[in-house]
DNA sequence: ATAGGGTTAG
């Protein structure tokens, strides 16, 4: 690694005054294309680079705010927030004024911290130096505010701001919707003086991710309507929200659309439409977009292999992990989840106990909760109930009550009504208004033939008005989505419907009739 | 020269 030399003209870095850190090392981009890779190596000639260039930064003899600002950018950008910030504190002791842009920067890293009383103290400092009114450090305090939560501060600073602009009034929206104030939202969506696609795709994202779909769906086409071409960020937003409404008609022309904007997908778009297609039941979709990505990450191949484990398909996930492997690829934790919901599905028992095996010694930092709870449920349908109870006392940490729930549910399967009426309390004693365990415990008893002891537990539910939420299905016909309870009979061709259904089961008994005399 | 809002898998 070169020294970084003596006097201004002459630092093999670059000439000062001017960013040190965009200046060209060698094999090396200012802005790290990888932000997650794990590749160490990298990561060491990075730090290296940047070492050198701290040094040359703090060698040098007139150090001035645009300087300052590019160093604090560049450390940032890195992900090294602790070194921006004491970067920022350094500059301040030093008595050189930070701009809107040095403001600008360290607010990134304060979010990145989840640091709110920083955040609270560089607003201090910024109205201390008559900045509040800037529209950079307007936008950028905003953006803080409402990524912590502060909505009342965020929407304060707004008001404070002279001129806001665009980016001030995306960041408040999609703070606003994050904590699920729609209302609100929409209200300044529709008051904000100037909207670009950013604008519209904090609308449509921020409607997905609090689950209003069809609002979500709505913006996009009066978006398309006015004439804003939607980019490639906006095509993940929307196709989120038809996959939620599981309206696989409207996700076609949603994929069509985005052929017609962007000529091609790209990763993100293809992921959304892996998920999209499986989600919706269209696993031949799925895997024919799968194909035709030129480029694949984890996330494509845990949309993949999502897809096949919420389909029933265990084998062909497992294939696909396989083949993810092949490539070189690591698993996550979505991966192993879904390998183990494909597995629990298709009664892969072995195999999704090896596979959680292996990354207990592989990778035991991925493994949350949510992977022994699914470890449980797939030995208890699997009848396994010794193993899931020692499995249960090995926990390292402490059961909540889905794994309760998940060892209930296999002896609901194999009539177990001994342990089923133990874990029953267990549930009960951890929270008496969850209406699961007893729906549990009564298919049991019915399964099992102790019709009082149903009665019993019906009549329970019913006193102590608990909600059941129902499980239900659901088929796309002409761009109207039907949804089906048990035992439903208010859609309007209910008659023809069951009808049709007794002839399908009656020739299917048929079918096996015939089957088992040959 | 320096800065900023929106995105995919469960």
New binding site residues.
Partial sequence: MPEPQEGPRRTVLGAP???LF?VGVPGLRPRCPWPNSSSGGVRCLMRAALAVARNAFDGMPHR????A??AI??L??QGWHRDAVAQFSQVLSDGVAP????F??V??SATALRAPRLGVQLHACAAKLGLCSN??VG??LI?HYA?MGALRDAQGVLEDTREP???????LI?GLLKNGMFDEANRLFRRMPE?????W??MI??C??AGLSEEAVNLFLEMCREGVPP???????V??SV?NAGALGAGRSVHASAIKFLGKVN??????L??FY??CGSLEDSVLVFKMMNLK????W??LI??YA?NGKGEEALDAYKAMRATGLKP????L??LL?GCNHAGLVDEGYALFKTAEMEQPGIL?P?HYACVVDLLSRAKRFDDAKRFLEELPFEPGIGFWKALIGGCQIHWNRELAESVAKRIHALDPKDTSSYILLSNVYSAAGSWQSVSVIRREIKEKGLKRITGCSWIEVHDKVHVFFNGDCRHHQSAEIYSMLETCLYTKEHDEHEYSIV
């Fill in positions: 005054g001017r960013s965009q001035d705010v645009v300087s600002t590019a950018g560049a940032t950008r701009n809107e842009f040095t600008g920067t607010l990134r529209v950079f936008s950028a953006d990524k602009n665009v980016v001030s009034y995306t960041a999609a909207r670009n696609v950013v604008s795709n904090a994202g921020g997905s991710q980019n490639e960020s906006t095509f993940p937003c196709l989120t996959a990763v993100y778009v293809g992921n959304s892996v998920s499986a989600r990450n984890v996330i494509s845990n949309a999502c897809g919420q996550n934790n979505v991966t989840l879904g919901f949350k949510e």
